[in-house]
T-cell receptor, first 109, second 111 residues
Framework: RKEVEQDPGPFNVPEGATVAFNCTYS??????FFWYRQDCRKEPKLLMS???SGNEDGRFTAQLNRASQYISLLIRDSKLSDSATYLC??????????FGKGTTLSVSS | ETGVTQSPTHLIKTRGQQVTLRCSSQ?????VSWYQQALGQGPQFIFQ???????GRGNFPPRFSGLQFPNYSSELNVNALELDDSALYLC??????????FGPGTRLTVT
């Protein structure tokens, strides 16, 4: 079983749509959780940390369910500029980030 | 921008050669982590340096080695290059390893 699993997509949505990405992780000792965004041939950029209580940053909402070992990212009112690969990331021992393979989002006009 | 810089941007090497990649961390950060990203995959952890000491290592052979300097910049060295070492090499800077911020990467091609 992979340590972090994501649906690879691609997700193709029109502008204005709401889209949700899901992720599961295998190590229950995982300590911190993140979503990163990666544009083609660029570095990953931290989108948001994910807290147990859930957190929101503008159009983006992240949720964490430790009991189910499940993380989600919701994007509301999608923009063309949201097109990218979204990486679910877990930090287990305070050192290594463990990445999923990423979910590709394409937003069209 | 993150303030993390890497050099060189691109590099082409021949199998068997050695390569050194460099990373300057964001001001105020004391931890540098290195990752390898193959095409179509998520980044894979190579190792991390905290205050000039190796602080964790992923599943990479000993021919991958590193250093961190007193100013917290870092080097990644790879000996005896193999074709499979072709990838994007990313360094990430952080304060005590929490939120990690990536540099633009070095794209290494081994022929």
């Amino acid at each position: 079983r992979k340590e972090v699993e994501q649906d690879p997509g691609p997700f193709n949505v029109p502008e204005g749509a709401t889209v949700a990405f899901n992720c599961t992780y295998s190590n229950s000792a995982s300590q911190s959780f993140f979503w990163y965004r990666q544009d083609c041939r660029k570095e990953p950029k931290l989108l948001m940390s994910v807290y147990s209580s859930g957190n929101e940053d503008g159009r983006f909402t992240a949720q964490l369910n430790r009991a189910s070992q499940y993380i989600s990212l919701l994007i509301r009112d999608s923009k063309l500029s949201d097109s990218a690969t979204y990486l679910c990331v877990v930090n287990q021992a305070g050192t290594a980030l463990i990445f999923g393979k990423g979910t590709t989002l394409s937003v069209s006009s | 921008e993150t303030g993390v810089t890497q050099s060189p941007t691109h590099l082409i090497k021949t199998r068997g050669q050695q390569v050194t990649l460099r990373c300057s961390s964001q001001s105020g950060h004391n931890t540098v982590s290195w990752y390898q990203q193959a095409l179509g995959q998520g980044p894979q952890f190579i190792f991390q340096y905290y205050r000039e000491e190796e602080n964790g290592r992923g599943n990479f052979p000993p021919r991958f080695s590193g250093l961190q300097f007193p100013n917290y910049s870092s080097e990644l060295n790879v000996n005896a290059l193999e074709l499979d070492d072709s990838a994007l090499y990313l360094c990430a800077s952080s304060l005590n390893s929490y939120e990690q911020y990536f540099g633009p990467g070095t794209r290494l091609t081994v022929t």
